[in-house]
């Protein structure tokens, strides 16, 4: 009897390690099923297996081909599952597909369905004799959870919070000659913050793209950033994407920690062309940079907004309106600016805060750091036409030397002023900026029309000119000093100030000082202008021991008289009569008598002298007249016929309530009360 016949259903082989171009596999088997004449099932297993980098070492290796390839010089599966514990995302499960040639030696395989970061990733790679390539796309992902699987690589700083989207495709290949990288990463909606807030996104829609090839010891780097929506604020810079798309190239050589910026090359639009080449230091917690970029375009005023505004943002410039354009060089030195060249074209600037105007602006202007190497060179700047706080005039040219926090005119000039000009003779400013800021000026003020410095700056309209000279005056330990007296010709008479001191000019609460005279001013000219009646004569004024804080008297001895041997033409109208009987508290009685009787009939009326003195001490003013008078003091002593007196009976008045007289009493066109 015959024996019966035996089917081979099922093939297993076991393989302690094998090495697979490079990848070390343990404890490997593969069993091959034939479930009838047509189909096979292939099943690999393997405990362990250690692959190159990012992947590193996976366990628990396994997959189910129902559909194996097993026809040489092919072997593959067109239909499988793959899984394993290990590598960067912690674990894998995949649809795959796979398929080697031992003909050529090339193994081709594909991947889809990865979970990763909370998406799906599909991988392709390949094989060969020469290396092997591997390329990933994933799906849209939050940042956070992509910043979490890129930990072991690249982290940002550990208080930089927030979230946004991000899709990552990138190829990695290594062909022999060391590991190549091209990774690009698609960015929205991306807002992030440090603890600080001086690095913030908003919204920001990007695409960066890092491009890695060895090169020896060393690596070649091609790195592209473009920004096409949402804004970036990193320290001072704030960069708005959707008004300025940015279009960033930087190329180079990476060897350790050292990057060599062969070229760099920044487009923005309506905004900024750079280009340049330097050196980077990756070590330390913050990238050093050094290196020369040339500016072919800085266009305002979106230069403005995005590069000075808030570091001017507390100035008179804060708010400034800029057009125009900028072109030079630019040095870097470990993060710093280690010189500067610009020539500004047709620049304008508008400051509202600071009332600052200068219109057409062009130059050549150079800046470098204290201590330089570089000797400070002579600047140049120009403009049409300029003014500042009210104060306009025509074209000036200037030069000077810039270098740190330091700046000063290499020689005199003169500053158009409506139809006068102010005469700089010397200037120069130290530690600008900064607390312990110095300033140096002398010069003159040329003759320059009081109706038009009346207008600018809101006054009622004084005849005649000013002209002044201006001592040496300097700034040191946040004081103001003139060093000598201020002189100015006004009101047919002159002016001149002495002791003038200014502490903490630039903050909320300045104190000034000053003592004050005034000789020989015409009356008639005074009151024309202050609309109080008219008065002729002379008169002569003291303001003694001023003090103002935050710009509001607090002290002073002030004394307005007729000067002693005045033998001009005294006249007072009746206007003026109201006027000053006001001041004085007695003002309804006056008025009274002004309207009846005899002196109803007279327009003006003589007098022999005329004064009044306050001495203030904090809100209350002391008041006397040119002499004593019963019940009083007398402001106008009458003389002659027709004759009339003003006497004063206040003593003590609060000053907030003498100016609040004033200011009713007819000045400026107010009504008499």
């Not at 930990?151 to 190829?171: M, Q, R, S």
């Not at 990288?181 to 960066?208: F, I, M, P, Q, R």
């Not at 003169?414 to 003779?425: E, L, Q, R, T, Y």
């Not at 609309?531 to 002290?555: C, H, N, R, Y």
């Amino acid at each position: 009897m015959a024996p019966a016949s035996q089917a081979l259903d099922a093939v297993v082989l076991e393989v302690r390690q094998v090495e697979i171009d490079g990848m070390v596999v343990q404890d490997a088997s593969a069993r091959l099923d034939l479930l009838d004449d047509k189909n096979t099932r292939l099943a690999l297993k393997a405990r362990s297996a250690a692959l190159p980098d990012p992947v590193g070492r996976l366990t628990d290796l396994q997959l189910e081909c129902s559909r194996p390839v097993v026809a040489e010089p092919r072997f593959g599966c067109e239909a499988g599952k793959f899984t394993a514990r290990g590598g960067p995302l912690g674990s894998l499960d995949m649809n795959v597909t796979a398929l080697m040639r031992t003909d050529t030696g090339i193994t081709t395989f594909t991947g889809k369905g990865l979970k990763v970061a909370g998406t799906t990733a599909a991988i392709e790679g390949r094989l060969d004799p020469k290396g092997w390539q591997v390329k990933a796309t994933t799906g849209e992902a939050a940042v956070s959870a992509f910043r979490k699987l890129a930990a072991p690589w690249f982290e940002l700083p550990k208080d930089i919070t927030g979230d946004g989207k991000v899709a990552v495709e990138g190829t990695l290949a290594d062909a022999g000659d060391g590991l190549s990288a091209d990774l690009t990463a698609k960015l929205s909606a991306l807002d992030l913050t440090n603890e600080a807030s001086t690095v913030v996104t908003d919204k920001l829609a990007a695409v960066a793209r890092l491009k890695m090839a060895p090169r020896g010891q060393a690596s070649q780097v091609v790195v592209n950033f473009k920004g096409t929506g949402g804004q970036a604020l990193a320290g001072p810079i704030l960069l708005d994407f959707g008004a300025n798309p940015t279009d960033l190239e930087a190329s180079g050589t990476l060897l350790g920690d050292d990057f060599t910026l062969a070229s760099l090359r920044v487009s923005q639009k309506d905004l900024m062309e750079m280009t340049g080449s330097g050196h980077v230091n990756l070590a330390g917690d913050i990238p050093s940079l050094s290196g020369d970029f040339k500016l072919a375009k800085l266009q305002f005023p979106a230069a403005f907004s995005s590069y000075i505004a808030i570091t001017l943002a507390a100035s008179v410039l804060g708010d400034a309106r800029t057009t125009g354009s900028l072109t030079g060089e630019l040095s870097i030195v470990d993060n710093g600016v280690g010189s500067l060249h610009v020539l500004p074209k047709d620049l304008d600037l508008h400051a509202d805060k600071g009332l600052l105007n200068l219109v057409g602006m062009n130059g050549e202007i150079f800046w470098a750091p204290t201590g330089s190497s570089t000797e400070a060179r002579i600047s140049k700047l120009g403009w049409r036409s300029g003014g500042a706080y009210g104060l306009s005039g025509g074209a000036a040219e200037i030069e000077f030397v810039a270098y740190g926090l330091n700046f000063a005119l290499t020689h005199p000039t003169k500053v158009p002023v409506f139809d006068g000009a102010i005469a700089i003779d010397h200037f120069v400013m130290g530690n600008l900026g900064e607390k312990n800021m110095e300033v140096a000026f002398k010069g003159a003020v040329e003759p320059i029309s009081m109706p038009l410095l009346a207008k600018a700056f809101g006054w009622p309209e004084f005849s005649g000119t000013l002209a002044a000279a201006i001592p040496a005056v300097t700034l040191k330990n946040d004081v103001l000093t003139f060093d000598g007296n201020v002189e100015s010709q006004v009101f047919g008479g002159r002016i001149e100030g002495s002791n003038i001191r200014l502490q903490d000019p630039l903050g909320n609460f300045p104190r000034f000082f000053a003592d004050v005279r005034a000789r020989d001013l015409d009356l008639g000219l005074v009151t024309r202008t202050f609309e109080v009646g008219s008065i002729t004569g002379k008169l002569e004024a003291d303001v003694l021991g001023l003090e103002l804080f935050a710009w509001t008297p607090q002290a002073f001895d002030a004394r307005l008289a007729t000067p002693k041997g005045d033998k001009s033409r005294h006249r007072i109208s009746a206007k003026a009569v109201s006027s000053l009987s006001n001041v004085g508290g007695g003002g309804g009685g006056v008025v009274q008598a002004l309207q009846s009787g005899v002196l109803k009939f007279f327009d003006e009326y003589n007098y022999d002298k005329l004064g009044i003195r306050c001495r203030l001490r904090g809100d209350v003013c002391e008041m006397s007249g040119v002499e004593p008078a019963p019940n009083g003091y007398y402001i106008v002593k009458g003389s002659g016929i027709p004759r009339i007196d003003i006497v004063g009976n206040q003593g003590r008045v609060r000053w907030s309530q003498l100016i609040s007289t004033i200011s009713t009493t007819e000045l400026g066109g107010a009504t008499v009360q």
